[in-house]
């Protein structure tokens, strides 16, 4: 920063106006929970109402469901217990696959959530992102 006093007008210059250089062009990823306009309380309204409804509304009745199938297939004779313990750790892996599997056909409908606040334009993460995710010298082919 220089300062240079002419007469009765000072004038002062920066770095970053006195040197367009090539980071002038360049885009610069922002943090989302430093933006202004998005408030945290609401992130955190958020971020609540999408692990509650995705329990409700889908975690929990897929993980009973597929319990109750499968406890029906070991019922009927289909599927086999085990000798040592029995039907327990078929129903256990079936209601864990099942939570899971709700958990992640929840995700599209919280990501339009967040996308209706404001949050869903940044580089985001990993290999499904753009610009791969992986650092700034990852896929940096011609088209980028």
Not at 53 to 73: C, D, F, H, I, Q
Not at 77 to 87: A, D, E, H, T
Not at 96 to 120: E, P, W
Request: aromatic residues 12%; proline residues 6%.
């Amino acid at each position: 920063m220089s300062s240079e006093k002419s007469g009765e007008t000072i004038t002062v210059r920066t770095e970053e106006a006195a040197a367009p250089g090539p980071a002038a062009g360049r885009r610069e990823w922002r943090c989302h929970m430093d933006d202004r306009h998005i408030h945290r309380d609401d992130l955190r309204k958020i971020w609540k109402e999408c692990h509650e409804e995705s329990l409700w509304y889908r975690a929990l009745p897929l993980s009973l469901g597929s319990m109750a199938v499968t406890g029906g297939l070991i019922y009927n004779g289909v599927w086999k217990s085990s000798k040592r313990f029995g039907p327990f750790p078929k129903l256990a892996v079936a209601g864990i696959l099942g939570y899971i599997v709700g958990k992640a056909s929840y995700a599209s409908t919280c990501r339009s959530k967040f996308q209706a606040l404001g949050i869903g334009e940044g580089p985001g993460f990993g290999p499904w992102s753009e610009g791969g995710g992986f650092g700034p010298f990852w896929n940096r082919g011609p088209g980028r």
